[in-house]
């Protein structure tokens, strides 16, 4: 029937034979020439059969028929896909189980599921992960009225149910997990947890001819149903990520390839998706897809196309017909992204090919002109693509839509609308997913798309050690101590139609994001409590079939996720040619997720949109000063350099915008003073800072020159409740607990008070504040005395290795045998609104820290126990279980310089442009001097210059790296301390307190003693120091 239908369109016919001459002997696959099969319903006196083919299967009555599949056969079947449903039955009735192999993609769910719709199966599905445990697949234990006992999981419900078990992602699970069904695959045997034994048919039922039910059920014998199979779904490993299979399991099952579908088979189907669309267009498209997934385009390591995805592509350009398909190729291969020069050539030498490469001049949509709500969560979007309007339907929020640029925080740009409007016809179609370096606007441009909808925005910080847990649905317990599942943001935004942003998902690990494929590809979910949530159409269909009530599905723990339920991803741009390691940016996007979303990259904003920007949101900024800053960036970001790209990332639109505000509010302020400050350039290693000063002079950035005596008397005082420091002044807070406001031992000078003006201009200007500094350079110091003029109470966190996201946020204890979440620091800082300071912040991984954005950025933050910290008011009234955030809460973060010899992690880095930068150094010689004398008053001057002076020139040479350990104002607080409480020891005796760690690495021993000769200070003294004698 399907090769007639082919001979219709000759179109279709040549581009078939076409492809069959140019690809036949690549594919090497079985698609060319292969026998017709229909699938038939007959019925029979015993019933209704399905044939397929010759093959034919006895359909019985489900028990559960709402857990049968519907809706995954639409109209005929393609001739390959009833080649495998045949394959399939004849495993099933020889009573083998069976493993669907290929690559990555939807294909494989699909015909299983149409498989078990057409025998009229239930399904059992449960997606594998990497945290998958044997309590997933056997038994779980959960606590009821003070009584635990054991609830059967999927494997086991579904051998004595006589289910269908279909299992995916098996190269996800960790290895010596799925051994656990060994026995129930090879023999149909499995002992539970409970004590139960369950028995293959043929043995039970023969015992039962000798022995009766009850002696059986005494026994804890139960039977396994002889209609219990498993259909495992995988990738072939090692082509892709994964784990291999373990031989033991692989040899239990029956495998068959079900590779993408044969050229004629998808040319039906895109001819039936883009009915508009001229037909050589669309071979066009297809025959690059199929090339891009040719064994020649692995060998180059090109990653698969995502052909299943191609019918989406002609959904929009079905209504769109205007637009390019480059355009369009782009949205589902973004090479520009994830490709490097070799790559780049090889995907554009095939675009050529089709001639997919030239745009013919074709427009892309310029704007979003309106969005006109309509009926059942629809809106009619009108864009303007060159001179014309075009109205398309597209899913729609349950808010009302705000009509576009009528935000004051959005300053809108071109090539912003143009996305926008990009956005919104891939929005029609699919979940979308955007790419963008760091501060370039992506959510931003998130939220105007949700707000321009009507969607409510649910956000979800993604971050590497995250589980499938944390993702779908959490344990926790009762008031009365019974354990219950929660579900998590996700899951309730599914139901409530909402837009689901994932941020930062080239972070996580793609065997935890595996568990949301069904939900990207299917929109259906299972949870790990049982509950199944289904396509809005299906459960409607459902519910039809088997005329019950919502109330009724429910109860069966079956519910529709919202037809307007849409996920919108961000991610930065994967890092070419990386492939392994723990840092988020290593080659994230391959074929697996390539198939989930349509991409949409956000580049960098052109510098005359950049300046419309600045200008919109900081319209008082000294107009020199942000030409200024514009240049340095632009010539930076557009700079072939590695050195100068990586100090691009520290001026990204992000940093340009807060440099701004505090040069609107400051204009008397340096712009080389603001650069230095934004890049940490104290800490920048010589080269990069040698590239930064040659940077800021080609665009003519001087440093200006200090009113001499400006800083001599820099002193702080509070008069009326008011704190002075320089020349800024802030009000002083009353705090309802005193208790908690720092009193620390400070002796002011005049480094310290220039660093603490600088953070209270930045306080007030309501920013979350970021110290870096060597060790002992008086970070919590200068923190403390900080708020202690502020009379501002403190949180204190101290992070370390182990720091996990949830202790963070949670503490978790058991009182009277219930587990209970106590506040962390920072929660109890965000609610009453004292200041957080987190100390110590780079050494817990970033992959944790990287929460610390959402509080900072969207000020929104999901705790571990279902609560979530809300910053808009508006929020608050509308949701349950939320926290406001108090306006006055802020953070403090303090950290050590990246780089050798401090071990952490590079907080800077990752999370620096989230916060207002501060380098805090050692004071400078005449400062420390003052400070000595007022640690030891009783310790002679000349003893205190000596040290200074040693100290001043150790320092110089660990910057220059003759040394490696950064000596610090700490070790010579104590020095000096010793010397004022014990005055008969010798100089030369104390200052090993120091040096010591020093005596036995003897490169570092000679050069340090000579430099402490020089100044005066004789330790390790021989007869042979010439420069300790006197002249």
Not at 192 to 204: K, P
Not at 233 to 258: E, H, I, M, T
Not at 773 to 791: C, E, I, S, W, Y
Request: hydrophobic share 40%; glycine share 6%.
């Amino acid at each position: 029937m399907h090769t007639q239908m082919l001979c219709k369109g000759t179109a279709a016919a040549v581009a078939a034979r076409r492809m069959r001459n140019i690809l036949g002997p690549l594919l090497g696959r079985d698609g060319w020439t292969q026998r017709t099969h229909e699938v038939k319903f007959v019925n029979t006196s015993s019933g209704e059969t399905v044939k397929i083919g010759e093959v034919s299967y006895q359909i019985k009555t489900p028990q559960n028929p709402e857990l049968v599949p519907v809706m995954h056969i639409a109209g005929s079947l393609p001739q390959t896909v009833a080649q495998h449903l045949r394959w399939i039955m004849q495993k099933d009735l020889l009573g083998q189980d069976v493993f669907l192999i290929g690559p990555p993609g939807p294909l494989r769910r699909s015909i299983a599921m149409q498989y078990l719709e057409l025998t009229k199966r239930e399904v059992e599905y449960v997606s594998l992960s990497r945290d998958t445990t044997e309590t997933d697949l056997k038994q779980r234990r959960e606590i009821r009225s003070g009584t635990a006992f054991y609830i059967d999981q999927c494997a086991v419900r579904a051998a004595t149910e006589g289910r269908i078990l279909v299992l995916e992602g098996l190269e996800k699970a960790e290895r010596n997990v799925l051994p656990v069904l060994n026995n129930l695959l090879e023999n149909r045997e499995m002992q539970l947890e409970d004590g139960r034994f369950l028995m293959s048919s043929q043995r039970y039922d023969q015992l039962l001819q000798e022995h009766t039910k009850v002696e059986m059920d005494a026994w804890q014998i139960v039977r396994v149903s002889e209609d219990f199979r498993v259909i495992a779904l995988g990738l072939p490993v090692p082509k892709y990520k994964g784990n291999p299979l373990d031989p033991p399991l692989r040899s239990r099952f029956q495998a068959r390839d079900v590779y993408y579908l044969p050229f004629k088979d998808q040319l039906e189907l895109l001819y039936a998706a883009g009915p508009n669309i001229a037909p050589e267009r669309v071979s066009q498209l297809l025959s690059m897809a199929t090339t891009l997934c040719s064994q020649e385009s692995s060998t180059l390591g090109l990653p698969d196309f995502p052909v299943d995805n191609l019918p989406s592509v002609l959904q929009v350009l079905n209504v769109l017909p205007m637009l390019a398909s480059k355009q369009m190729v782009q949205r589902l291969y973004p090479y520009h992204s994830m490709l490097g020069k070799e790559g780049l050539t090889a995907v554009e030498g095939v675009l050529s090919r089709f001639e997919l490469l030239d745009d013919h001049g074709q427009p892309a949509p310029s704007a979003v002109a309106s969005v006109i709500p309509t009926t059942d969560f629809l809106a009619d979007v009108t864009l303007r693509i060159a001179d014309k309007e075009v109205t398309f339907q597209v899913p729609a929020g349950t808010n009302e839509p705000r009509p576009p640029n009528s935000s004051p925080a959005f300053i809108s740009t071109p090539s912003q609308a143009q996305l926008l409007a990009e956005m919104m016809t891939s929005h029609m179609v699919k979940d979308m997913c955007l790419i963008g370096a760091k501060g370039c606007g992506k959510s931003v441009i998130a939220r105007e798309f949700a707000e321009i909808l009507g969607y409510s925005m649910e956000p979800v910080m993604l971050y590497q050690d995250m589980t499938g847990r944390d993702l779908l649905q959490q344990r926790y317990t009762l008031p009365n101590g019974d354990t219950a599942w929660r579900p998590s943001p996700l899951v309730t935004a599914a139901q409530e139609g909402k837009l689901l942003l994932l941020d930062g998902i080239h972070r996580v690990n793609l065997g935890t994001l595996a568990v949301l494929s069904r939900l990207l590809h299917d929109r259906e979910l299972s949870l790990y409590d049982g509950t199944k949530l289904l396509r809005w159409d299906r459960y409607q269909t459902l519910k039809e079939q088997l005329e019950l009530t919502d109330q009724e599905l429910q109860d069966r723990s079956i519910f529709p996720i919202h037809p307007s339920f849409r996920i919108l991803a961000l991610a930065e741009p994967p890092v070419v040619g990386v492939h392994g390691g723990a840092g988020g940016n290593q080659q994230w996007l391959g074929p697996e997720l390539l198939t989930m979303f349509m991409f949409h990259s956000v580049s960098p904003l052109a510098r005359a949109e950049e300046a419309r920007l600045i200008q919109g949101l900081t319209p008082n900024a000294p107009t020199e000063a942000v030409e200024q800053l514009l240049n340095l960036a632009h010539s930076l970001r557009s700079a072939n350099d590695p050195t100068a790209k990586s100090l691009a990332s520290s001026l990204s639109t992000r940093q340009l915008l807060r440099v701004c505000r505090r040069l609107s509010q400051y204009p008397e302020e340096s712009v080389e003073y603001a650069v230095n400050k934004a890049c940490l350039s104290r800490f920048l290693p010589s080269l990069a800072r040698a590239s930064l000063q040659k940077s800021l002079s080609d665009c003519f950035i001087q440093k200006s020159p200090e009113p001499a005596g400006s800083r001599a008397n820099l002193g702080c005082a509070v008069e009326d409740g008011v704190l002075t420091i320089g020349s800024v002044s802030a009000p002083i807070f009353s705090p309802g607990e005193k208790m908690k406001v720092p009193d620390v031992l400070f002796y002011d000078n005049e480094q310290h008070m220039m660093v603490m003006e600088d953070m209270l201009k930045d306080f007030l200007l309501g920013e979350h504040l970021l110290l870096v500094g060597n060790q002992g350079v008086g970070k919590n110091k200068v923190v403390d005395r900080f708020l202690h003029l502020l009379n501002r109470p403190r949180e204190y966190l101290q992070l370390h290795r182990d720091t996990t996201v949830q202790t963070l946020t949670m503490q978790t204890s058991v009182r009277d045998g219930i587990i209970v979440y106590d506040d962390s620091p920072l929660v109890k800082a965000a609610k009453l609104g004292h200041i957080l300071v987190i100390d110590e912040a780079d050494k817990a991984p970033t992959n944790v820290t990287c929460i610390l954005k959402a509080l900072v950025e969207s000020g929104e933050m999901i705790l571990a126990d279902g609560r979530r910290i809300v910053s808009d008011p508006r929020e608050v009234q509308a949701r349950p279980n939320v926290i406001p955030m108090h306006p006055d809460f802020r953070m403090l973060v303090l950290a050590n310089r990246p780089g050798f010899p401090f071990l952490g992690n590079d907080f800077f880095g990752s999370l620096g442009d989230i916060f207002s930068c501060h380098a805090v150094d050692n004071p400078k010689p005449q400062a420390e001097l003052a400070m000595l004398r007022q640690y030891g008053p009783q310790v002679p001057e000349a003893t205190l210059q000596k040290l200074v002076a040693a100290f001043g020139e150790l320092r110089s040479m660990a910057d220059q790296g003759t040394i490696t350990y950064p000596y610090s104002t700490r070790e010579v607080v104590n020095i000096v301390k010793h010397l004022q409480k014990f005055p008969e020891e010798g100089l030369a005796n104390v200052v090993r307190n120091v040096f010591d760690f020093d005596s036995y690495n003897k490169d570092t021993r000679d050069v340090l003693i000579e430099a402490l000769h020089k100044h005066g200070i004789p330790i390790g003294a021989k007869p042979t120091s010439v420069s300790l004698a006197k002249e």
